[in-house]
């Protein structure tokens, strides 16, 4: 099984400030990643695949890497984009893996 | 719009049984991929089972294997989750999703406690 591991666990930022998130795979994934935002209570959202932004996602969110190391970057923090963000691999049909999440919050 | 709805969810005891349904609307359901994920209170998901867009092919994670059954019913555009023989471990909010690789639209999950 691959294991995703994101860092870090919890990010502080500010409004308006840039964040950067990782996420490593323990063995080649390809570029066959995805990147989901969830808020409480809510279902994930998926933002981004392939480094390909999901329709109608901002453009101030974008994905980049391939291999085992990606980032998702959010350019500007606005206050909505505060929540947990998953990276997902699905290099491994039919078996796919989870991150175990970072937590932006409020700095 | 895309919608998954889920239902089914509830308090069952060690050993017990529970059939989770998912209802599509506002794509061609018989046209994709169909997932079960599901998230333990605090964790990231977890993938569960998938089906093919005919229900030809099916896949499951090994700790549900023999367990956990998917179907679907294209004629009502719906998906099912049967799981028997369930354990603590099965507590978790689950999830219809649509995809066979990134997921997306995702249902408001349904939460299955398994208790005594």
């Known amino acids: 099984e691959i294991v995703m591991t994101q860092s870090p666990a919890t990010l502080s930022v500010s409004p308006g400030e840039r964040a950067t998130l990782s996420c490593r795979a323990s063995?080649?994934?390809?570029?066959?990643l995805a990147w989901y935002q969830q808020k409480p209570g809510q279902a994930p959202r998926l933002l981004i695949y392939?480094?390909i932004r999901a329709t109608g996602i901002p453009a101030r969110f974008s994905g980049s890497g391939s291999g085992t190391e990606f980032t998702l970057t959010i350019s500007s923090l606005q206050s909505e984009d505060f929540a947990v963000y998953y990276c997902q691999q699905y290099s491994t049909w039919p078996s796919w893996t989870f991150g175990q999440g970072t937590k932006v919050e409020i700095k | 719009e895309m919608q998954l709805v889920e239902s089914g969810g509830g308090l069952v005891q060690p050993g017990g049984s529970l059939r989770l349904s998912c209802a599509a609307s506002?794509?061609?359901?018989?046209?994709?991929?169909m997932t079960w994920v599901r998230q333990a209170p605090g964790k990231g998901p977890e993938w569960v089972a998938n089906?093919?867009?005919?229900?030809?092919?099916?896949y499951y994670m090994d700790s549900v294997k023999g367990r956990f059954t998917i179907s679907r019913d294209n004629a009502k555009n719906s998906l099912f989750l049967q799981m028997n023989s369930l354990r603590a471990e099965d507590t978790a909010v689950y999830y219809c999703?649509?995809?066979?690789?990134?997921?997306?639209?995702w249902g408001q999950g349904t939460l299955v406690t398994v208790s005594s």
């Open positions: 089906i093919k867009q005919d229900g030809s092919e099916k």
């Open positions: 506002g794509f061609p359901f018989s046209g994709y991929f």
């Open positions: 392939d480094a």
């Open positions: 999703a649509r995809g066979r690789g990134w997921l997306d639209p």
């Open positions: 063995q080649s994934v390809s570029s066959n």
